[in-house]
């Protein structure tokens, strides 16, 4: 056991109360899928949301820590024994990944809540085509053979991406760039719904689902800290920053395009920015923050169209979460600073030099590559077992089909 003389109680205070905010993304999630899907499907999606705070809990304790951060194996993944069940492991057991001060277990407890909605990302995706049943076992062979490798790939020192100097300060390849790419993949597999329905059906839902959103990124990516410092504090306003400019440069996009502002828009505008901002947050400027987020809004508006055309991705995942997590964790490369992150690397503008770069994009298409081919085989295997997409049937009234249960009835 590792063990430290004292425990900052100020940091763990800071980091407990992180942990709090990144859990409620996950129903702040479900309440912004909710509204965007019709009427008849929305126990179905935030049903999806909800089941994974449990049942990823449980995968986590059992052995997803241990992979994720367990002792190293070929730099890919951590040895399934190393935290199983949390055997051995103590309240004064600290976590050693830093100088924060903080147990093991509230390092277990954060990063918890991180692998609970990266998945529950991806059902955007494929909202109205996909029995529980098949969720489950999804969710079970995503979370353990996409996720669990990436975080430590990239989040354990010794991840073979980590030491070759990638970095990923929240969760833009681990978390976005993954579930975008297999948010594509899911799409492409099940094919479109039936009946395909592209209509909103609560706004007020989807207001306050972003709004839960935009809250909780606060603890996704000032907590990556994981201490209270000046890397904090500028993670803290960088995330703000980003989704502000991101938000109102999508609204400006919508007027010039359709005419109009659009409150959908301007939601889906902070949330791209949001998840751009996310893998640079504590390595770049706040000026930079506000380029990155109007580099969000308009490269990711006009990729929702692009794909729209050829696969029916319900809600814009990939177009949102993982073209902006991809392009995202690129920049990186190009606007770090030293002056804002002394333990970060040097980017294009600071140093001149084009191998942050070529760093960021050779690990974002790695994760992106992988997550897309393992979550196209995961559902061809599962198919195996039992059928993934639902019938035309079960699709027209899915939550009544589904669980017997109506959003707005008794």
């Known amino acids: 056991m590792q063990y430290l003389s004292a425990i900052d109680t100020p940091n763990v205070a800071f980091m407990l109360l992180c942990t709090s905010l990144v859990m409620l993304m996950t129903p702040g999630l479900a309440f912004f899928y909710g509204g965007l899907v019709s009427r008849k499907s929305v126990v179905t999606i935030m049903f999806q949301s909800f089941v994974s705070m449990g049942w990823v809990a449980i995968l986590w304790f059992v052995v997803g820590y241990s992979l994720s951060f367990g002792s190293d194996i070929g730099g890919i993944i951590g040895n399934p024994k190393t935290y199983f069940l949390l055997n051995h492991i103590e309240p004064n057991t600290m976590y050693t990944g830093n100088k924060g001060g903080i147990p093991l277990l509230v390092h277990f407890g954060y990063q918890m ?6 998945p529950a990302l991806i059902t955007g995706a494929f909202a109205n085509r996909v029995n ?29 991406l980590a030491k070759w100097g990638v970095v990923d300060f929240a969760g833009g390849i681990v978390v976005h760039a993954t579930a975008g790419l297999a948010a594509f993949a899911s799409a ?107 580099i969000a809004s308009l490269v990711c508006y006009f990729c929702v169209f692009i794909v729209r055309k050829y696969i029916d991705d319900a809600l814009d995942v990939f177009a949102v979460h993982g073209v902006g997590g991809i392009i995202g964790s690129i920049l990186v490369g190009v606007f770090a600073a030293t002056l804002w992150n002394h333990t970060g690397p040097s980017g294009l503008i600071e140093s001149g030099s084009f191998l942050q770069i070529g760093k960021q994009f050779t690990a974002v298409m790695l994760a992106s590559v992988w997550s897309a081919i393992f979550t196209f085989l995961i559902l061809m295997i599962i198919n195996f077992i039992t059928p993934v997409r639902l019938s035309k049937e079960s699709q027209n009234d899915i939550d009544m089909m589904i669980f017997s249960e109506d959003a707005y009835k008794n």
């Not at 809540?113 to 990266?118: D, E, G, L, P, S």
Request: charged share 5%; with cysteine.
């Open 188 to 294: 492409l597999y099940v094919g479109k719904r039936i009946p395909n329905e592209d209509k909103s059906h609560n706004i007020p839902y989807i207001a306050l689902g972003a709004g839960l959103l935009w809250f909780g990124w606060y603890g996704f990516n000032a907590g990556s800290e994981l201490q209270v410092n000046a890397i904090t504090v500028s993670a803290f306003i960088t995330t703000d920053i980003a989704a502000a400019f991101a938000a109102i440069t999508w609204m400006i996009i919508e007027i010039l395009h359709v005419g109009k502002p659009k409150i959908v828009g301007l939601l889906t505008g902070s949330v791209a920015g949001l998840a751009t901002i996310t893998p640079a947050s504590g390595f770049v400027s706040i000026q930079s923050a506000a380029l990155i987020g109007i």
């Open 132 to 160: 529980f049943l098949p969720y489950l076992m999804f969710l079970t062979l995503w979370i353990l053979f996409v996720y669990c490798p990436f975080v430590h790939m990239v989040w354990s020192p010794n991840g073979i």
């Open 113 to 118: 809540m991180f692998a609970i909605i990266t």
